[in-house]
């Protein structure tokens, strides 16, 4: 919005001192305005360095960071893979300590989950892509639950009985239909646990496929 209110401002100074003149209005409001002109072209350029510098720092950063990161992942999966590596070893280094007594998941637990939500895109023709998941409109803030491996996908056009299509467990899928004329269909989901035990049933959501 300040591209577009400087480049409205730089228009309206540039010529408003004639109109103001026409109009009888004080050449003292005119000064004034050139002079705020003036203040806000310097601190508007001052921003916009700013805000350019900041943005190559970040790109460095992080480009830094996945280097970074590249030089870490070997050393510390060797020394994970290693049997000889001690748990005081592993907590010095703040990496990851197994857990030798895994606490088993309760078979209430995945019920007692909220299912998950379904967000569908049908923009291809007879193709529907099931975005599924806690936050199924951003995929990258979109893991499943503790303990969850995926969903299981139903659908069924118009009113016709549903139909199970798929286990999935990386929101989206794209599930392809054998159409000839435009179809309302209708998808529903549910959690199922590592061990195949399921949750209870989405909400439904509908779209029309085109052929």
Known sequence: ?????DEWFRNFEANVGPIATAL??????????????????VGYVAHQTAQNA???????????????HDAIRPLVKM????PNMTVAQRQTLQVTVPDTNPTPTAPEYVGSLPPPNLILDWSKKAKVTVHFGV?????????????????????R???????????????PYDHYLSITE???????????????RTGI???????????
């Not at 209005?25 to 004034?32: H, N, Y």
């Not at 056009?157 to 929101?171: K, L, R």
């Not at 989405?202 to 052929?211: E, G, I, L, M, Y």
Request: aromatic share 10%; net charge negative.
């Open 157 to 171: 056009i118009e009113s016709g009985p549903w139909v199970y299509v798929a286990d999935d467990t990386n929101s």
């Open 54 to 68: 900041a943005e190559s720092a970040a790109g460095t950063k992080n480009v830094l960071r996945a280097d970074a």
């Open 24 to 41: 009888g209005i004080d050449p003292s409001f005119v000064t004034a305005l050139t002079a705020a002109r003036t203040a806000w072209n």
């Open 182 to 196: 435009p179809q309302n269909v209708e998808y529903q989901a549910q959690w199922f646990d590592k061990r195949g």
């Open 201 to 211: 049933f989405s909400d439904s959501a509908k779209c029309t496929v085109t052929p």
């Open 1 to 5: 919005m300040d591209a577009q209110f």
């Open 135 to 155: 936050n199924p409109s951003n995929e990258k803030h979109n893991a499943k639950p503790p303990e969850i491996a995926g969903v299981k996908i139903w659908y």
């Open 79 to 82: 020394m994970q893979g290693n």
